[in-house]
T-cell receptor, first 112, second 114 residues
Framework: QKEVEQNSGPLSVPEGAIASLNCTYS??????FFWYRQYSGKSPELIMF????GDKEDGRFTAQLNKASQYVSLLIRDSQPSDSATYLC????????????FGKGTTLSVSS | EPEVTQTPSHQVTQMGQEVILRCVPI?????FYWYRQILGQKVEFLVS????????KSEIFDDQFSVERPDGSNFTLKIRSTKLEDSAMYFC????????????FGQGTRLTVV
């Protein structure tokens, strides 16, 4: 059974702080790793993807991947109240058409 | 910006009735997916579709479900005989394999079975 685990939170940070979200996965065959943001009642919105070990930065977001530890993280710098949402970690085998396996998500709350 | 569009946004149906959920994937994408999310639970994969065939399906996607691409733009999910436990948000997604495996989601259809 392929599993993706996330701490459900809530993770509470003050405005301007760094939010750190973590995810572990069980299937060593996973090759592609994604972070989606989901506002309440809305659909998942892709914010980052990473395929290789190390860091990948995009604006205020940094994704980190460690395949040996089967660990993915997302850092959000200068957190804003508008970042308050549930962040979903998803993985797949990096073959076109394969299923995304989602974690339950971590709820982030940024207070002003 | 291209997006996946789904209709209707909300559908209420009686138990045992058939429903069809519709999606228009991003135009140059080749892989199409259906996912569902029961309230308060995680997003779950149902099925992927490529070149007019199912390429992968989950255990959830049993005989009461079917998918179809009836024309060049629409992608549909049919639930033949709805059950109370089919109540969920259903998301359509599409991906362009030449650009990686990133999947982009539509806004969802909330299905309520009464």
């Amino acid at each position: 059974q392929k599993e993706v685990e996330q701490n459900s939170g809530p993770l509470s940070v003050p405005e301007g702080a760094i939010a750190s979200l973590n995810c572990t996965y069980s299937d060593r065959g996973s090759q592609s790793f994604f972070w989606y943001r989901q506002y309440s009642g809305k659909s998942p919105e892709l914010i980052m993807f990473i395929y290789s070990n190390g860091d990948k930065e995009d604006g205020r977001f940094t994704a980190q991947l460690n395949k040996a530890s089967q660990y993915v993280s997302l850092l959000i710098r200068d957190s804003q109240p508008s970042d308050s949402a549930t962040y979903l970690c998803a993985v797949n085998a990096r073959q076109a058409g394969t299923a995304l396996i989602f974690g339950k998500g971590t709820t982030l709350s940024v207070s002003s | 910006e291209p997006e996946v569009t789904q209709t209707p946004s909300h559908q209420v149906t009686q138990m045992g009735q058939e429903v069809i959920l519709r999606c228009v994937p991003i135009s140059n994408h080749l892989y199409f997916y259906w996912y569902r999310q029961i309230l308060g639970q995680k997003v779950e994969f149902l099925v992927s579709f490529y070149n007019n065939e199912i390429s992968e399906k989950s255990e959830i996607f049993d005989d009461q479900f079917s998918v179809e691409r009836p024309d060049g733009s629409n992608f549909t999910l049919k639930i033949r005989s709805t059950k109370l436990e089919d109540s969920a948000m259903y998301f359509c997604a599409s991906s362009d394999p030449s650009g990686g495996t990133e999947a982009f989601f539509g806004q969802g259809t909330r299905l309520t079975v009464v």
